[in-house]
């Protein structure tokens, strides 16, 4: 029956992790998919976390379904995080949150929802580069994806007036789907000045913004800070959506923790959007699975532990800026042609380090260090442990 199925390539980013398992080099270093590690290179069960469990653990607690929109002490304190703890938005009740399959999840739910009540045609914009699984995801949803200019190779930052006429260029009323901040895979972000250019451009052209928000407080080590985004947008009257994860600021990365926010201009609009949410979500997932939910929820709603988290997340985003200074100095130090001040520059868990495929390509063969064919190394991957060898081996393919 299924003979005639091509064969379909796999995720690029996940499938770096089975090469780089499989290498048996004791000099081999991960700088593919974005996940963090600590210093020895292992991943990081943050202490509020285990907390958590440890309360739940002790607690009894059911198994019960949840509601289709999530568990309520989980959702209402992800919308305050996000949106901030003064959201006339919120206060009006013009907010509707789902939990969500993670970041992931709350993208499709969010695509499903639009496909079905935007007009016929619109299209949805991403930032070239992206995520890969941006256009996988609304394609799937049976959305039309299109381009909008971002990173400008030349400088290896920001192409804001390039930026800017796509939007004004695309169709009134397009999607467009934004970094909320530690853009994926560019580690480039706009300013708050070049966010306000982007939200008066939008604004014309009544553009929809649909912020992927993946990375709260792994960015500056600020969680408020990380959204200034999505909460100027907001401020500024913008309806959009929001999908937030819980994967990287957490660290529950497998255990699928997200949210999906719709802000409308009406607490009358929002209650029609929740109960077609509602009916999008039932259809994929019935109702979203409690236990990272339960360890979120703890966290978020417990002013100790949210002290606390808030620690652990200037460490993770320190330890990332200290490796960027670190990398970029010995770079400097080994005359290494090129100006690595990109390194620096960027920000949250990628650098997109410049790097042409070849040179990717030779440094994993040589020099057993994986990164993704865009150049683009996850910073938490390098530790004082690997770094001069990685310095060493960049140094080795931009030479030759
Ligand atoms: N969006 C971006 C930009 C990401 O980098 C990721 C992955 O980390 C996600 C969304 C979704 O991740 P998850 O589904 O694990 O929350
Ligand atoms: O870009 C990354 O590395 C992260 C993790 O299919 C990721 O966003 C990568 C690929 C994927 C799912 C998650």
Known sequence: RFAEVPLAPPD?????????????????VDLGVGAYRDNDGKPWVLPVVRKAETAIYESQVEHEYLPISGLKSFTDAAATLILGGDSVAIKENRVTSFQSI??????????????????????????NPTW??????????GLEAHEYVYYNPATLGLNLEGMLASL???????????????????GVDPTQDQWKQIADVMQTKNHFPFFDCAYQGFASGDLDRDAFAIRYFIERGFECSVAQSFAKNLGLYGERVGCYHVVSRTSEITDKVRSQIARVSRAIISNPPLYGARVASQVLNDPQLLAEWK??????????????????????ELQTPGNWDHIVNQIGMFSFT????????????????????????????????????VAQAIDDVVRN
Request: hydrophobic share 40%; with cysteine.
């Open 354 to 389: 410049g790097l042409k495929l070849a040179q990717v390509e030779a440094i994993k063969s040589k020099h057993h260090i994986y990164m993704t064919g865009n150049g683009r190394i996850s910073m938490a991957g390098l530790s004082t442990r690997n770094i001069d060898h």
């Open 12 to 28: 690029a980013i996940l499938n770096l992790s089975t090469l780089y398992k499989a290498d048996t080099s004791a000099k081999k």
């Open 168 to 186: 004004r260029e695309a169709p009134n009323g397009s999607v467009v789907v934004l970094h909320a901040c530690a853009h994926n895979p560019t």
């Open 311 to 332: 620690e652990s997340l200037r460490a993770m985003s320190g330890r990332i800026i200290e490796m960027r200074a670190q990398l970029r100095q010995r770079l400097v």
């Open 132 to 141: 890969a699984n941006h256009k996988n995801i609304f394609n799937t949803a």
């Open 102 to 127: 993670s970041g992931t999840g709350a993208l499709c739910l969010g695509a499903n929802f639009l496909k079905h009540f935007l007009p016929q045609g619109t299209i949805v914009l991403l930032s």
